[in-house]
């Protein structure tokens, strides 16, 4: 017998195999007695022989859309920090926000668009507060 070793990425149906993230324990479940299961756990399979090639014994487990997600979260952040203005994914200044936003009890979500990488993202708003101009205080109906 003779052991390699693999740098492998699965995709699987997490749906079916452990209710996706909505079941804690049964994700767990299967990370422990399916993919980490020292002894007869996981076979390779090819279907260009037609059998069974050997047994595989899983050494990490890294998720892939978190990392994703990760980068995500990282050019949102660096997106409020520099105010907008940049593209948060290609760093382009050739963004546009469109006039048809929309709104809900205090917040504004505006759709932003890069010209360039054709990326597309919603700004949200937290209205704190409004400015109004000097000479419209006179204006003010005097009930206020
Ligand atoms: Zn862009």
Not at 93 to 99: G, L, Y
Not at 119 to 134: C, M, Q
Not at 137 to 143: F, G, H, I, K, R
Request: with cysteine; glycine share 6%; net charge negative.
């Amino acid at each position: 017998m003779k052991k390699l070793k693999l740098e492998i990425e699965l995709t699987y149906d997490d749906e079916l195999m452990h209710s996706g993230d909505s079941d804690p324990q049964s994700k767990a479940w299967f990370t422990r007695e399916v993919l980490l299961k020292e002894e007869g756990g996981l076979i390779l399979h090819s279907n260009e022989i037609g059998d069974e090639v050997g047994e595989v014994r899983v050494l990490s487990i890294s998720n892939v859309e978190e990392g994703a997600k990760g980068r995500l979260q990282r050019a949102s952040a660096r997106y409020v920090e520099r105010m907008g203005h940049e593209c948060p994914f290609c760093g382009s200044r050739e963004v546009e926000s469109s006039d048809n936003y929309a709104s809900d009890q205090d917040w504004i979500r505006v759709p932003t668009h890069c010209w360039r990488c054709c990326f597309e993202w919603t700004e949200v708003y937290l209205l704190s507060r409004i400015a109004i101009h000097n000479k419209d205080v006179e204006a003010l109906p005097s009930e206020l």
